[in-house]
């Protein structure tokens, strides 16, 4: 979120001097500023402008110690202003919080900017590099004795990472929060949910601290599986601290309070949920406890065979923009008064899919026009309806059409299960003597439905 305007009320605190802003924006998170070191103009007092200049030149110099001894070193690289991300903090923030405001911004910061790339399992930069900072407050660098003889070691350096996939609306819901907490308004009860949704994001981007580094990059192949256990363990925390789940009864509490936010409404997908939340658990504990390696995959649906930390992922980005929804930080794409909400990037069906097979969507697709000529008018039939002919073209546009992912594999159902239920469909969709039966359902019918039934019963 660009703040040039409120930044000169927010005083400096700290840079990140190998993270940089795409096209030299700024991002606001709540009572914090991230902004590029090439517009201190705009974001210091003018006061300030000439000392912060010769702080720029001075700390950006990258050196490397010699043999000849502690104090003999050589330059290396030097930074560039606009690869550095200084760190603003809103004045109301207490001295003694601001480290700690500072620290959670930067975890929301990383998580704002890659968790479209992490729900759809690509690759995100690693945290190492946001966890480097110098500091920058008018106290430290109107000072030149504390930093004129000192230096970034060569060593410590990153490779600069750009950030420049930055969501605003889940960075100015992530804010709100941030802001509650740190300047203590509004009721407890949600400030204690507030620390528990960012903490949760905390543990979620945990999992990227550590991570072997091939510098070659060929001839050592790190495969994700290998960190599968502590990302379990991880990815376990964040639901916990989310949800608030009851630590006497973690899986039943986890059902109860995840099922909702997904809306599971039929008896097999809901099968299926149960038991891919048994698995998970179940891994969870062998890894603490020891006993025979688990099975990475979850693979009880005959469609997919996929990672439980891909899914998981899924299910808790999913989670996370509900609850922010719930605390209305975060609003649904439609206000439609019978269907779930749904989101900017995020929507139901891409978790839901996982718990359904092409089998039962059919088979409940074919039940709901088979009602709708009797009782067309009902809400929940047009709303099941519109929910299942998007799941099917979601099964076969993003998984049937598309080469399988690392941590995914889609199983196609043999024709020979499909082929008479699917031409009895599209045999009720296109006879005209239904049509005005049909109307209200077809209506909210996905536009690839029929066309891509077609072709899926022809493969």
Known sequence: MTADQTAPLFPLYACLPFVELAHETSIELGPVIFWPASKYEIFIDPSMHEMFKKYLESIQQVKARTEEGDQACINTIKLQPQGTTCISIHPKIAIYL??????????????????????????????????????????????????????????????????????????????????????????????????????????????????????????????????EPEDIIFLASSFESLLDINDQQVTADFKHKLRPMINFRYGKPVELFWKWVDDFYETKRKIIHGGSIPDPYFRLNPNFEISHIMLGIKLYIYALYFTLYKYQLIHSTHQDPYTPPDFKWIHREEVLLFFWTEVTILEKIQSLLVQAQESSGKEDLIADFHLLTYLFVSLYERYYLLSNQPDLKFIPTPLVSMQEMGSQILGLIKNEQNYEKLKPLLEKIHPHFVSDLEKRLKN
């Open 98 to 227: 601001r480290e700690h405001v500072m620290i959670d911004a930067i975890y929301l910061l990383y998580f704002t900017c890659t968790f479209r790339n992490l729900y759809y399992g690509q690759e995100v930069p690693s945290f190492n590099v946001f966890r480097k900072m110098i500091p920058a407050s008018w106290e430290f660098f109107s000072d030149p004795s504390q930093w004129e003889h000192v230096y970034i070691d060569e060593t410590l350096r990153e490779e600069t990472v750009c950030i420049h996939l930055i969501d605003k609306e889940m960075a100015n819901a992530l804010g709100q929060a941030l802001l509650h907490i740190y300047t203590q308004t509004g009721e407890p009860g949600k400030t204690n949910a507030y620390k528990r949704l960012i903490r949760s994001i905390r543990y979620l981007v945990d999992r990227f601290f550590q991570r072997f580094v091939n510098l070659f990059e060929n001839g050592l192949n790190f495969s994700e599986s290998l960190f």
